[in-house]
């Protein structure tokens, strides 16, 4: 099994209609992320987690809300989707500033 | 907020060739990553590197904190390395990815 492991790999979805992505990781690690990256613009953080009571906002939290049901895993929701979060999604997990593992990324369509 | 730059965007290299790619950051930090995405998407982790030089292999990297910039070199390129690299800079809770360096090995 993969170290994170992402669900769903790929998801077509309306706009407006609620959408969880999901992530599990089995490093045994405190901290995880959530991303998203579009083209030309690299990665940019949504919510971060460095332990199941800690959430923090990331650089674009705007649409977005997550919750960390335990140490291993950490959902992310789009409550009412709309067409420009259209992306690829990230999580990932880290045992503090750095050595990042990351998912194989879930991509998200919005129509 | 911090700035983080990357260059050059895009490079093509011959296999067997050097590169050198480039991170310029704006402020101070105590955090610098370097990660490879494959053509597949998927991220690795190559270098955490706030300072100094380390190797792996064919690629190293070297930071040099007070002139706020980061370089990753690439030793006899192999197609395998082609991909999109990123650094990741900032300090503890603001950590920015920058816009990666997309490079294209041709055999």
């Known amino acids: 099994d993969a170290d994170v492991t992402q669900t769903p790999r790929n998801r077509i979805t309306k706009t407006g209609k609620r959408i969880m992505l999901e992530c599990s990781q089995t490093k045994g690690h405190d901290r995880m992320y959530w991303y998203r990256q579009d083209p030309g613009l690299g990665l940019r953080l949504i919510y971060y987690s460095f332990d199941v009571k800690d959430i923090n906002k990331g650089e674009i939290s705007d649409g977005y809300s997550v919750s960390r049901q335990a140490q291993a895993k950490f959902s992310l929701s789009l409550e009412s989707a709309i067409p420009n979060q259209t992306a690829l999604y990230f999580c990932a997990t880290s045992p503090g500033d750095y050595g990042y593992t990351f998912g194989s990324g879930t991509r998200l369509t919005v129509v | 907020g911090i700035q983080v730059e990357q260059s050059p965007p895009d490079l093509i290299l011959q296999e067997g060739a050097n590169s050198t790619l480039r991170c310029n950051f704006s402020?101070?930090?105590?955090?610098l990553q370097w990660f490879h995405q494959n053509p597949w998407g998927q991220l690795i982790n190559l270098f955490y590197i706030p300072s100094g030089t380390k190797q792996n292999g064919r690629l190293s990297a070297t930071t040099v904190a007070t002139e706020r910039y980061s370089l990753l070199y690439i030793s006899s390129s192999q197609t395998t390395d082609s991909g999109v690299y990123f650094c990741l800079t900032g300090s503890q809770g603001n950590l920015i990815f920058g816009k990666g360096t997309k490079l294209s090995v041709k055999p």
């Open positions: 402020d101070s930090v105590n955090n």
